[in-house]
């Protein structure tokens, strides 16, 4: 049973170009509970997606991390965050749990990825 999710844009932050809220199967995969996306263009023009996924519990967001990081191709843990880093689909992906919820982001190299990740992990607080 997959864990239980609640709409939360806000956790996406601004200046996003589009957001939707996916009920079920986020990126697509079965296995996975909705969350929010969001697209977003880098300084640099390259286009990535935010994602966030709120849990009711913190157990439920644990179940999710859990669950993303198996579909890592390599898998890297991230200094400092409860987090993990690697490819997900051909997708450069970064990947934390901040209490309840479990947010990250697709697209980006590495170094942008992690300001990102940073700027996500600072709103959640």
Known sequence: MKPEVVDAPLALGGGRSSAEFVPDKLFGFDDMPGGNTGSFVSEGGLRYQRFAIT??????ATITLATLVRRLSRLNTIHGYEGFRGPIAGKNCWMFRSGKVVAGVMGLPDDEAKIEMAR??????
């Open 120 to 125: 996500m992990a600072y709103s959640l607080r």
């Open 55 to 60: 849990h009711r519990t913190e157990s439920g």
